[in-house]
């Protein structure tokens, strides 16, 4: 099944490629921080409320990244993109309010100090890229999808992937981090 190769392919970059395993390690750890007790993830649902009210962030839920389940990766970006002023906001008061405890402030405090140039740039590629995979991904698993369809998206999925590789895209990306990056 063409889909299923499609999956694999995307999972083993995510998972074995070191710029893919550390950054979605950052974003599991983002996940179990924010989603792991009721007390954090009520704040992050606060600061994401009073920030969206004042237009600066939008607002959005880190879900858990499974293995079998790549696409998860794809809404945790398109998360990330919206939420990154609120993540850091939360992560911030984490560290500085006395109603959290030891571990969940140094945690904090090390997600903090990751949350930087690069992992925004990080967000924006794999957001694009990721996007461009799970439409593919969507469409092969159709039961209306034959072989003659399926050939032709991976075909144009490829092209896509490799348009990508160009230095105006790399200044896209560049830029599109760059203010995400500022927004934090």
Not at 89 to 104: V, W, Y
Request: include cysteine.
């Amino acid at each position: 099944c063409f889909g299923h190769r499609l999956n694999l392919v995307v999972v083993e970059i995510c998972t074995t490629i070191p710029v893919g395993r550390n950054f979605f390690g950052i974003v599991e750890r983002l996940h179990s921080l924010m989603e792991g007790s009721a007390k954090r993830h009520g704040l992050f649902k606060e600061v994401q409320e009073e920030m969206a009210s004042e237009g600066e962030s939008g607002e959005g839920t880190l879900r858990p990244l499974s293995a079998t389940r790549w696409s998860t990766r794809v809404d945790n970006c398109v998360v990330l993109e919206k939420t990154l002023p609120a993540v850091k906001t939360t992560l911030e008061r984490m560290t500085e309010e006395s109603n959290f405890d030891r571990a969940t402030a140094s945690d904090a405090y090390a997600l903090l100090k990751a949350i930087d140039f690069q992992f925004c740039f990080y967000i924006t590629v794999f957001s694009d890229i990721l996007r461009l995979c799970n439409v593919v991904s969507k469409a092969l698993q159709k039961t209306s999808t034959n072989i003659s369809v399926a050939t032709h998206q991976v075909e144009s999925l490829i092209m896509e992937l490799q348009e990508l590789r160009s230095n105006s895209h790399f200044d896209e990306y560049w830029m599109k981090a760059e203010k995400l990056a500022d927004m934090i």
